[in-house]
T-cell receptor, first 115, second 111 residues
Framework: DTGVSQDPRHKITKRGQNVTFRCDPI?????LYWYRQTLGQGPEFLTY????????KSRLLSDRFSAERPKGSFSTLEIQRTEQGDSAMYLCASSKESRARTEAFFGQGTRLTVV | GESVGLHLPTLSVQEGDNSIINCAYSNSASDYFIWYKQESGKGPQFIID?????DKRQGQRVTVLLNKTVKHLSLQIAATQPGDSAVYFCAERGAGTALIFGKGTTLSVSS
């Protein structure tokens, strides 16, 4: 499977713990996006990278959230001191930006439950 | 603000009918639009896209129409099948920004 891969698929954690999610984009895709989705809502943009540079961050991305893409390939999203409100599906997407094709492909997501 | 909305939260059709899912967007600067399909427990799946310099684009059983005058986007699914049952999202992107999604329309197809 050469699609976007996310790990883990599910994570249950206690409030106050730190969690880290990983995303492996489609090979040679230079853009990588993180979104959060809660039940019944559309995905909400968190942040995106162009290669290793983090170009935009949503105001939804509080100080407890940090994302990295150190070598311009895979990315990690860390949530520190998790809160129950962080429970959601965290989606990663990637795209190869060019004039012709800019569609973003999503992974299956990591479902986070904070208890 | 920049947001994308959908006219109807749910749409129920019979198998074999044509489905039309509508979306209104508010950012006149948006130049690229995508329709996604999302099944329960899965990530959004790309269906079809359209750039603002076009008003119609066709794929396999799907057609996207863009009306920039009224900032309206629609997805037409021909001969709807039970496997088309899912939540459908439209998303818009302005130059240099990420995709912004609406709330979604749940399509239910009955046999």
């Amino acid at each position: 499977d050469t699609g976007v891969s996310q790990d883990p698929r599910h994570k249950i954690t206690k409030r106050g713990q730190n969690v880290t999610f990983r995303c492996d984009p489609i090979s040679e895709h230079n853009r990588l996006y993180w979104y959060r989705q809660t039940l019944g809502q559309g995905p909400e943009f968190l942040t995106y990278f162009q290669n290793e540079a983090q170009l935009e961050k949503s105001r939804l991305l509080s100080d407890r959230f940090s994302a990295e893409r150190p070598k311009g390939s895979f990315s990690t999203l860390e949530i520190q001191r998790t809160e129950q409100g962080d429970s959601a599906m965290y989606l990663c997407a990637s795209s190869k930006e060019s004039r012709a094709r800019t569609e973003a492909f999503f992974g299956q997501g990591t479902r986070l439950t904070v208890v | 603000g920049e947001s994308v909305g959908l006219h109807l939260p749910t749409l129920s059709v019979q198998e074999g009918d044509n489905s039309i899912i509508n979306c209104a967007y508010s950012n006149s600067a948006s130049d690229y639009f995508i329709w996604y399909k999302q099944e329960s427990g899965k990530g959004p799946q790309f269906i079809i896209d359209i750039r603002s310099n076009m008003d119609k684009r066709q794929g396999q059983r799907v057609t996207v129409l863009l009306n920039k005058t009224v900032k309206h986007l629609s997805l037409q699914i021909a001969a709807t099948q039970p496997g088309d049952s899912a939540v459908y999202f439209c998303a818009e992107r302005g130059a240099g920004t990420a995709l912004i999604f609406g709330k979604g329309t749940t399509l239910s197809v009955s046999s």
